[in-house]
């Protein structure tokens, strides 16, 4: 009997679970298109709360890509749009990177 009660329930347990199909995959959040309007609102909106602060206009030509940045670990939104907030000036307020093109792919770590 101590036995049958414990089959009885894993039996029930993995019958209610569905079994992944071949080939599918979990449904996942679907990134906008870089030309997306709502993408371009976000940008524009997020630009002029910069402009408000007195803060400079984002340009990757100006850069830094030796500079490291820290991130406060928050979720901010500004008008329904997601913002990184930089951890060392809280007003400071910048778009969310966008995953790279392609597959996804492995990298070593350097010096490692």
Request: aromatic share 0%.
């Amino acid at each position: 009997m101590r036995i049958v009660l414990p089959l009885i329930a894993l039996a029930v347990a993995t019958a209610a679970a569905p079994a992944p199909q071949p080939g599918s995959r979990p449904p996942s959040r679907e990134l906008p298109a870089h030309g997306d309007p709502g993408e371009r609102a976000c940008r524009d909106r997020i630009q002029e709360v910069r402009d408000e602060r007195g803060l400079p206009r984002l340009d990757r030509d100006n850069a830094k890509p030796d500079e490291p940045l820290l991130i406060a670990a928050v979720d901010m939104r500004i008008g329904n749009c997601a913002v990184m907030v930089m951890y060392n000036d809280t007003s400071d307020v910048r778009e969310l990177p966008t995953a790279p093109g392609g597959p996804p792919r492995v990298q070593r770590i350097p010096g490692q």
